[in-house]
């Protein structure tokens, strides 16, 4: 049996990320998905608890995959779900660069293995940061978010306007 953790900041969840989850669902008997707050992305949109909630129902068409939450190393995480890789979507070559240097120090530190799964062209271009820029411009984003995540997103816009 052959477990995987996909981990990423999620915030929100896409259908870029979706596609992945899906693909690697079919591929791997289970799958874990954690949700992280990234520092080096700026202020979040959603809190991880919002954002493990998301995910669970974005998800729950897919039996083999479960979600959980991290604020350590992802290989700490690697290590405590017993998963035998860490899966990567990569939409460009450009994310290749800095996912293969993590990729590097997770082994390192370890011993963990990174698999690298590319996106469609299509969904290529789809970015949570883009996604928080137009939504919080006005936006509309609802070919590139599952409904849970628009409904989210909808009730997030009319609180901000209230303030």
Request: aromatic fraction near 6%; glycine fraction near 6%.
């Amino acid at each position: 049996m052959t477990r995987v953790l996909y981990p990423g900041s999620f915030d929100p969840i896409h259908y870029g990320h979706l596609e992945i989850i899906e693909t690697i669902a079919q591929l791997f008997d289970e799958v874990v998905v954690a949700a992280t707050r990234n520092p080096q992305k700026g202020e979040g949109l959603f809190s991880l608890h919002e954002r493990e909630q998301l995910i669970k129902e974005c998800v729950a068409h897919l039996p083999n995959v479960s979600v959980a939450m991290f604020s350590n190393l992802v290989v700490n995480l690697a290590q405590e779900v017993e998963a035998d890789f860490i899966v990567k979507g990569l939409r460009a070559v450009s994310d290749f660069e800095n996912e293969l240097q993590m990729a590097q120090m997770n082994h390192a530190l370890a011993g963990v293995q990174t698999i690298f799964i590319p996106s469609a062209s299509k969904r290529s271009f789809v970015a949570s940061k883009l996604i928080r820029e137009v939504v919080r411009l006005g936006g509309d984003v609802s070919s590139m978010v599952p409904e849970p995540v628009q409904v989210r997103l909808a009730g997030r816009l009319e609180a901000e306007r209230e303030q």
